[in-house]
Each structure stands twice: as C-alpha cells, then as structure tokens.
C-alpha cells in the first residue's frame, strides 16, 4: 500500500532537504509545492496521508492554507505539521493550532524526530485505508440496488445493457434539477452526459465508458459535463462501475456523481491568484512571461514585430517612506486604472512587482504605437495624483525595445527594455528612451560611477566651491552658494551625473550632511575674520530625499550648536520640485530649519510646480530667479516675468536673486526692474574658499581692523 506525503515550502532547498530525508520511508511518494495555491490545488485531486506545512510563505501563509483545508470536508481531517524557523512562543504556537495544525517542527529539524512523527501518522492512515477497505469489499457482495439505495450523499444513475437509464437516486434529482419520471427509460448520453462523441450515432457500445465497464474496469472523469434542467451545462466528477447479474454476466452500470462547480470557482480562483496581481487586478509576472513568450512565436511564425514597454515609476519609494505602503498600494491602483486608458484593448498590461509595469504592444503599427502610448503615459502619469487626501506627483520613466530586432529571446528583450528604462531616469525621469546598443555602456558607466561614489562617500573625498552673491547696487560680496564638487582620477565630474546617482542609491543623505556640515565650518570660521554685512548667507543645496529624513533638524541643531555658529549665516536652497513630493514630513522639516534661524531659499522659481497657494506654506526668506528668465530680460516676456517675481517676493516680504547673470547688460536690466541682488559668472565663477576670501579681503573688513579702528578713535 502506497502512501502520499504533500511536502510545502517556497523554499527549494528546503523542498530538496525534506525529500532526502522522507526518502527513507518505504512505499512512500512525495509530493512537493512551493506555494499555497499550488498546494490547495494538488490536495483538490490527490489524497494525500498528512502534509509538512512551511508557515513563512509570500502571499498565503501555511496558517491559512490550513484554514483552507479545515474548510473542505476531503482535506479536513488529513494531519497538518508546520515547519518553522522563527517562533517557539505560545502565543504563535496556538495560533498553528488553532488553523488547524497538529503539531510543530522547528527548523532546522532532526531528521530523526521528523521521520518519528510521520510514521506514526503513517501508521494511522494505513489503518484507517485498511478499514475503508475492508467496507468496500463489504459493499461489493451486495446487489447493486443495494449499493444505489445506500449511496444517497452523491447523485447516482443506473443504465442497462442498452445504456437506458434505469434508476436515479434522489440526490441525482435535486443536483439535476429533473425528476426520475424524466430521466427513467431516456438513453443516458442523451439525456445527461454531455459528450464530444455522438453515441446516438455511433452507439452506446462505443462510448469509452462502456467499453471499461464491458471489460469489468471502472470509467472516471475529473471533468465531466452533465445536462441540468433546462438544459444548463453542469461541471460534475463521475466514476462508472460495471453491474452485474446473479450469474456474473456484465448487465450495465451505475455512475455516482458529484457537482464541482465549487471546484471549479476554487480552481479558477487559483488560477487567478498564479496569473494576475491581487493590488491592481492586472496580470503578473507568471502572465507576463507566458504573454510575452507567445507573442515572440507569433512574431515569429507571421513576421509581424511587436514592441515591449517597461515602466518605472519615478519618486514613488519616497511616497512610500513618507506615506506609508498603504498610501503606496493606493498609488498603484490608480496609476493602473490610468495605464489602462492609454492603451488598446489589445495590449497585454502587466505588473511585475513594486513600481515596474509592463506593456506588450503587438500590430502592423507596433514602433510608432508603442511610442504614442509612451506619450500618453507620460502625459497621463504627469498629472497629480490624490491619495488620502494629499496630492502627489510621481510621473515615469519608460524603456522601448522591439522584437526581433532589439533582442533574439525573452530574456534579452527585458534586458534591454530595462537598460532603455534606466536611461530615460539617468537622463532626468519622466521620459521614454528606445533601446540603443550603446546604453549597455553607459549603464556600466554608471554603475562603475556609482562604485567610485560609494568609496567617495565613504572618505567624504569631495570639495566645496562657492559662487558669490553681489549687491549689484555696490559691487560687494553679501553672500555665497555651496557647490558640491568631485574628482575621480583627476577628472571633475559634474553634479548632474553624480547626484543623481547619489539620490537613487540613498547616499544623498550622508552626503548632504557633510556639505552642510563644511559650509557651517567655513561661514563660522569667517565670522570670526570678516565683519561680514548684515543679510550674509552660505546657502546650501538640499533635495527633497534629504527633506524626508526624520533626523535633518536635529542633526543640523546639533552641528549649529557644536560650533556656536549663528544659524542666521545659513541658507538652504530648495527646488520646485519639492511641489512633487509635498508631504507632511518635508514641510514640518522645513518649518524647523527657519525655527533654527536659518534662510529658506527657492531656487529656479517660476521653471517647474509651485503656485501662489503652495508658495503661501513655505517659511521663505527668498526667491532666486532662474537663468531661463535672466537669460530673456530684454525681451518683453521675460521682462515682465521678473517685475512680477520682485513683486511677489516685495508682496510675501522676502528677498528676490537673480541666477546666471553673465553680462554687464543683464545686470543693468536686473537693477532697472528692481532686482538689486545677483550671482552669475559675469560677477564670478564658482571658486574654492581660499579665492573666495581673496575677494573677501577685497569687500569686506577684517575684525582686527575694526577693532583696531574703535581703539584709536
């Protein structure tokens, strides 16, 4: 007597440890699932003497596979031992049995202690197929109307020798709809079983079920399709056995059935569960690969190409540290409800997992579609989101590649898309790129990039330049910008390769620390030299991403007062961007930088997201007007732009700047439409601190000769 052992764990190596050991167990089989589902699915066909039940498992639990099984009278009684690794307390253990668990085994196990307790549960399920047994024998030395007559749970149909029907128990009345006045004296696959075959035609004694029984053989079907009242198709599991007379001669059949169209919702339940995303309702990875699969052999046998769209969404890990994943589950229901109105009903849509989507586009018209999809996406995703009440921006960055021509298999095509998608982020997000060779090497540069930028991090192997401010009323330095600079190898690599580099690997954090760190150190150490004017600011450059750290007032608090420096010398400067990510966190980190007495600067103001209202919610102290409008000053347009900049900032009572002033013209311009402070290479370049103070020396006063002055007064 063979028995079977259903062994459960999404961990293959764990799988692989199990069957060594049950290996010992003679007249065993082992049947192994590496998920949930796929357990329920096995134990819905098989009978099985007990299950080794993981509890850690992704998406459904060993705990609620057991709530599963307890639920099914089939599974209800098989013995459930849950393996673990993680918890021995009470509490935890309770809960197993409370699901339905008979006992525990906590890894790693000894093989001697499994092996006891399966055979011990082996040994109670052999007995208990012994005595199921021995009641079938009892049953098979009874008259088959004795066998119908006791078999009331399940519907049951006697046929003659002629495939009649003879008898229908009162089950097979209720689950058919039809009484057996109806059924009585009908030919059976004409009456109820539906078939491919026509035996009408061809002739009872051809039909597969007459021949096994003819032979003394039972017939089952796993799927058979029986005909209800009005003629409603109905999905049943039969087993036809041969009856025969007082002299043993073969004189017909009888078939027990059931309904299984609760099986049937069961199995397409799971089917769902493997095939589609739970969150978004789209299809997942499993259906991905199949789709794409599919449509490379399509491709393949028509000639038609298809392309292949991978999307990421851009700033959505921030949404979700600062919001919680409740707020980013929410996100991502929405932004799939959007993708869907961007598409065509016959584009295959998937999620992957986190933030990554995925579009299959399949037509004559494929590359010029799949890029006007891309369009819409982008224009679609820009749009704000509202969730929980807060409105949020994310947008995303999309990769295209086109089969055959951008890769020979699957695993190549998502390669590449994925390259392309990493391209369209390092080029500034919100964008789509279409696969090119070269991006494999410029992929590896910036992973070679973000190397280098971990060892500098860890050194804090970088330098500082400061642009100057000018009163451009007097000529004099009131003011510097921190910028960040680094060299690799002796080659300087600009902020707008690096940063964003440190931004999506999460150094930004540390690194930011540091600068505002050195420029603290520095405007303290020129306190102590210059009599620097009133209004004088070191501004500091700060992304949204440092904005969301829990930490940033204190630690700035903490610096300020290690070093006595006057927090009225320092600036923070933020983009417009912030308007992307405005949350809770960054506006309250915000409002305790200005507590600290510190500047709050917006730098290229009127280029990107702010609005009068949200302008309202910030504690600034300046507004900086960006090059794109320096650069227009003379032009009407542009003109009028920066007269309603200065007056706005004169409105909110905050100082204006003007940036990337680079000629005398400009300035002159600037001075006329009421803008008196600016900084630009026409004034200076961003120099490191030594040349800074050269020209320090040249404007302002040292202490020393203030001091010596008051003495000889």
Known sequence: MKQSILIVDDQKANLVALEATLGELDNVEVIAATSGPEALSILLKQTVAMVLLDVQMPGMDGFEVASFMRQRPKTRHIPIIFLTAINKEEGYMFKGYESGGVDFLFKPFDPFVLLSKVRIFLELDGRQQKLEEALSKLKQVKTSNEVLLRSVGEGIIGVCLKGTITFVNPAAEMILGMHSSVLIGQPLYKAVIVSAQQPEDSGWSKTKLYKACSEGKAYHSDVGVFRSHHDKMLPVEYTASPTHSPSGQFDGAVIVFKDITERKKIEEKLHFMAQYDALTELGNRNLFNSALNNSITYSDHSGQ????????????????????????????????????????????????????????????????????????????????????????????????????????????????????????????????????????????????????????????????????????????VVGAEALLRWQVAGKMISPTVFIPVAEETGL????????????ANQVKQWSERYALPDGFRISVNMSVQQLQDLELVDVMSAHIHSIQVDPQLLEI?????????????????????????????????????????????????????????????????????????????????????????????????????????????????????????????????????????????
């Open 508 to 519: 930004i954090n540390g690194i930011g620390r540091w600068v505002f760190e050195t420029a």
């Open 305 to 476: 190409p298809f392309a292949l769209l991978f999307m990421d969404l851009d700033r959505f890990k921030q949404v979700n540290d600062s919001m919680g994943h409740d707020a980013g589950d929410e996100l991502l229901k929405e932004v799939a409800l959007r993708v869907n109105h961007c598409i065509r009903d016959s584009d295959i849509l998937c999620r992957l997992g986190g933030d990554e989507f995925t579009v299959i586009i399949n037509g004559d018209q494929a590359e010029r579609a799949s890029e006007r999809v891309s369009e819409k996406l982008i224009q679609s995703l820009s749009q704000p989101f509202e969730i929980f009440g807060q409105e949020l921006y994310v947008g995303a960055s999309i990769g295209i590649v086109y089969y055959p021509e951008m890769g020979k298999d699957a695993s190549e095509l998502i390669r590449n898309a994925d390259m392309a998608m990493y391209q369209a982020k390092h080029e500034g997000r919100n964008r789509y790129r279409v696969f090119e060779p070269d991006m494999k090497t410029q992929v590896e540069e910036s992973m070679a990039l973000e190397v280098e930028l971990r060892r500098a991090v860890e050194h804090m192997d970088f330098a500082l330049h400061y642009q100057p401010k000018f009163d451009m009323h007097t000529g004099r």
């Open 573 to 713: 400067e933020i983009t417009e961007s912030l308007f992307l990510e405005r949350t809770e966190l960054n506006l309250s980190n915000l409002a305790g930088i200005r507590k600290l007495g510190a500047g709050i600067a917006l730098d290229d103001f009127g280029t990107g997201y702010s609005s009068m209202g949200y302008l309202a919610q910030l504690p600034l102290t300046v507004l900086k007007i960006d090059k794109t409008f320096v650069d227009n000053v003379h032009k009407p347009q542009g003109s009028a732009i920066i007269s309603a900049v200065v007056a706005l900032a004169k409105g909110l009572g905050v100082d204006v700047i003007a940036e990337g002033v680079e000629q005398e013209d400009q300035a002159k311009r600037l001075l006329e439409l009421g803008c008196s402070t600016a900084q630009g290479f026409y004034y200076s370049m961003p120099v490191p601190a030594p040349e800074l103070e050269s020209l320090l020396d040249k404007h302002l006063l040292p202490l020393d000769s203030r001091m010596d002055g008051a003495a000889n007064s």
